[in-house]
């Protein structure tokens, strides 16, 4: 799937490396709900399922490249796919720092809210996002996202806990 400067591709097996340093990085791991690493060894056993279809495994992961470089700069995620309720929820990670705020992100979530509404004909899609990373609250918001909620002390941190926003975008193309 590719718009404007970048396209979003499956996953390779070359993946690996850059999977392990992202899913391993302690900074992303607030906004992943992660709190251990991963090993090789599963990050291998996920590429290999990797080409099963949402409708099997509830989520989807892309990798989002540069169209000028080729390069791999982060990935975007469905996940908690509900195909009777027609709604994902969806998940970016732009993964340099010197790839941000150069709107990746937005031709990325521009690019899988097309394919969400337009080829799995979901109802909505939504995203949590913690209350201090303020970028993505605007990104999502810029987008079309529309702040539904505010779950009070929901992460818990490091340094304390911390509110999370829900943010949900309802199918602008009905399908009903």
Request: glycine share 4%.
């Amino acid at each position: 799937m590719k718009y404007e400067d970048i396209r979003l591709r499956a996953l390779e097996p070359e993946d690996l490396e850059l999977l392990y340093e992202w899913e391993n990085d302690s900074d992303n791991w607030v906004i992943s709900n992660t709190i251990t690493p991963f090993s090789r060894f599963t990050l291998k056993r996920y590429l290999e399922d990797a080409h099963r279809s949402i409708y099997e495994t509830g989520q989807l992961r892309l990798m989002i490249a540069v169209n000028e470089t080729r390069e791999t700069i982060g990935t975007i995620d469905l996940f908690d796919f509900d195909p009777f309720h027609r709604r994902a929820g969806i998940g970016i990670l732009i993964a340099d720092e010197k790839f941000r705020r150069k709107g990746y992100a937005s031709m990325a979530l521009t690019c899988l809210t097309n394919y969400c509404f337009r080829t799995l004909h979901l109802h909505q899609i939504y995203c949590s996002i913690i209350a201090t990373n303020t970028e993505s609250m605007e990104l999502f918001r810029k987008q079309g996202f529309v702040e539904t909620g505010i779950k009070k002390d929901w992460i818990c941190n490091s340094d304390g806990f911390y509110d999370e926003h829900m943010f949900q975008m309802i199918n602008p193309i009905r399908h009903d």
